[in-house]
């Protein structure tokens, strides 16, 4: 296609959107997150370079079905987070954080542009691929939402891949798990306003996609914030506040503070911005991003991508981890505000 020749980066300015109201990266057909990254000196070389290894993998993944003769923005985005899913760094599927009482309960969402058909679980603790839940949750149902048991039921009779729920459990968040209890403990009247300040935990994972159809999909994936109440529920499994996409405006995904996220409408704002005051996809995610959240203390970001194939990827805190794949097949990847 014409509009993806040219060679394009995706730019420091897409990623430093907190200070400078950059224009957004063109001729994407992929773009990724991570969720907030921790400050670069928090990630060891080894990480770093792992990290950047399974976000290319994600892309790479998403680009060939893109590539493929009918390849569809919605097959994109769930194989990318399948890939980031199954990597141990990030909070979704495998490495996903803990619960106040020590488990993994997971959410994802997964949209499709061209229809607004969507699918999402919430609280599974049993399906391998929480993308793929939520997907077959899309395709197979007349239904938006499945939640704990009967979603994972309903993923086991959908023939998906089951495992046990210590198969999510990495050492490492085990080990962040055991301190926080520590320091609940040591201050027990803490534990809710912690979890409503500062209880983000960086690593949640999204993908927006544009098809060779022109059709947007969204996604996202994650196990919410660390030492989240039992049963409580984010923004990302939520149509319109963690993922939204229409062809007519945008495919979003977010990562932060999911309650403001969800008071907010985060991901169906930035859309409607664009339909009914026909902002750029850019000045839309920024406003909501930056003006709109940081005043009131909503920490997060998202990846927005227009039907055009401009990417955008705001965020008011920390940074982000974030890659697109332009339709050359030209990857780009940031962890830091670089
Ligand atoms: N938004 C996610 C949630 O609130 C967490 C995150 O993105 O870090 O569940």
Same mark, same amino acid.
């Given at each position: 296609m ?5 060679l394009?980066?995706? @730019?420091v ?11 957004? @990266? /063109? $001729? ?20 770093? +370079? ?19 003769p ?17 990597? /141990? ?8 954080v ?6 993994n309960?997971?959410? %994802? ?18 399906? #391998?691929? /929480?993308?793929? %839940?939520?997907? %077959?949750v899309?395709?197979?149902?007349? $239904? ?5 048991? %009967?979603?994972?039921?309903?993923? #086991? ?7 046990? /729920?210590?198969?999510?459990? @990495?050492?490492? +968040?085990?080990?962040? $798990? ?8 040591? *201050?027990?009247?803490?534990?809710? +306003? ?6 983000? *935990? ?14 947007l999909?969204?996604?996202? *994936?994650?196990?919410? @914030? ?22 007519? *405006? ?9 309650? !403001? !996220? ?23 995610a ?7 959240l ?26 982000? !981890? +974030? ?12 962890? !830091?505000?670089?």
């Amino acid at each position: 296609m014409r509009r993806f020749a040219l060679l394009t980066l995706l @730019t420091v300015g897409a990623v430093r959107l907190a200070a400078a109201r950059e224009p957004s @990266t /063109p $001729h994407v057909v992929l773009g990724i997150h991570g969720g907030l990254g921790p400050d670069r000196n928090e990630v060891s070389p080894a990480a770093e +370079r792992q990290s950047r290894a399974d976000l290319e993998a994600a892309l790479r993944a998403g680009y060939a079905v893109l590539q493929r003769p009918g390849g569809t923005s919605l097959d994109a985005v769930e194989a990318a987070i399948r890939v980031l899913e199954d990597s /141990p760094l990030f909070n979704a599927g495998k490495g996903a954080v803990f619960t106040s009482d020590g488990r993994n309960e997971l959410d %994802a969402s997964i949209m499709e542009g061209k229809t607004l058909r969507a699918g999402a679980v919430a609280g599974v603790t049993t399906v #391998k691929n /929480p993308i793929t %839940a939520a997907r %077959a949750v899309m395709d197979q149902t007349k $239904h938006v939402l499945l939640i704990g048991p %009967a979603a994972d039921g309903f993923a #086991k009779s959908a023939g998906l891949q089951i495992v046990e /729920p210590a198969y999510f459990r @990495t050492e490492e +968040r085990w080990q962040q $798990h055991l301190k926080a209890v520590e320091k609940a403990r040591q *201050s027990p009247q803490g534990a809710d +306003r912690h979890d409503a300040r500062a209880g983000h *935990s960086w690593g949640t994972v999204g993908a927006v996609a544009l098809d060779k159809m022109g059709n947007l999909a969204a996604g996202t *994936s994650t196990g919410g @914030t660390s030492e989240k109440r039992p049963g409580r529920v984010g923004d990302s499994p939520i149509i319109g506040a963690g993922t939204y996409a229409d062809n007519a *405006s945008c495919a979003v995904s977010a990562t932060g503070q999911g309650e !403001f !996220f969800i008071r907010y409408s985060v991901a169906h704002d930035i859309a409607a911005l664009m339909k009914y005051k026909g902002k750029t996809v850019a000045a839309a995610a920024e406003e909501v991003i930056l003006d709109k959240l940081k005043p009131v203390g909503g920490e997060g970001g998202v990846i927005a991508l227009d039907a055009q194939g401009n990417l955008t990827a705001p965020y008011n805190s920390g940074g982000m !981890f +974030r890659g697109s794949i332009t339709a050359d097949g030209q990857v780009r990847i940031r962890l !830091f505000d670089e």
